[in-house]
């Protein structure tokens, strides 16, 4: 009689863990279900493949940032080029780039780089042509994480570049003319406009 009160304890003390015990691990059927949790919405932005760059800035954008007719010269993923056709003799090209680098701290590397290129190569011409350098730049504070503008000018050649760095992309809109950029009334706020633009297609 007292081994089968016994026994009656322990089964009942069995069916007492059993009820009270904690979660019980998922079986092997439950845990090899897919997860259909969403992404963040960073991770799924990061992942979306870029536009190609000639759809950042359309022809007819690009006409009316150099306010006058263009063509397409280049067309890459990364590059795109529109050249002026209005007037031949002074030809003026828009230039669009645009990359992703594997981390935010190389895309800051990478603005640092973009931002400095125009005043060396500029050097180079004016050191070549016995022209003084005439360089400016300004910084846009509401314009992705980080923006740019500069312009400069050497004898025959004058630039106006704005570079934007927005989380591990880098847009570059070059604008580069046989005349001084700076005649194009109004130009430094069309690209700024186009920049703009650009960043909500991305």
């Not at 009689?1 to 019980?24: D, F, Y």
């Not at 230039?95 to 125009?118: C, K, W, Y």
Request: hydrophobic share 40%.
């Amino acid at each position: 009689m007292r081994v089968v009160k016994h026994k009656l304890l322990v089964s009942l003390s069995l069916m007492s863990l059993c009820a009270c015990g904690g979660e019980s691990a998922p079986s092997s059927k439950e845990a090899a279900w897919p997860s259909f949790e969403a992404p963040p919405a960073e991770k799924v932005a990061e992942s979306k493949p870029l536009p190609r760059a000639c759809e950042l800035v359309t022809g007819e954008e690009a006409s009316v940032v150099l306010d006058q007719p263009t063509g397409l010269m280049g067309d890459e993923v990364e590059n795109c080029v529109w050249a002026s056709a209005g007037n031949p003799g002074h030809i003026t090209m828009l230039m669009v780039q645009i990359g992703r680098e594997h981390s935010v701290e190389e895309a800051e590397t990478m603005f640092d780089a973009m931002t400095g290129l125009p005043g060396d190569l500029n050097a180079m011409i004016n050191g070549q042509l016995g022209e003084r350098m005439r360089k400016s730049g300004q910084e846009i504070d509401d314009l992705g994480d980080a923006a740019w503008r500069s312009a400069s000018n050497a004898d025959l050649i004058g630039t106006e570049q704005l570079v934007v760095r927005q989380g591990r992309v880098v847009l570059q809109i070059n604008i580069t003319g046989m005349t001084k950029t700076g005649k194009l009334d109004g130009l430094s706020q069309r690209v700024e406009v186009a920049a703009r633009r650009a960043l909500e297609r991305i």
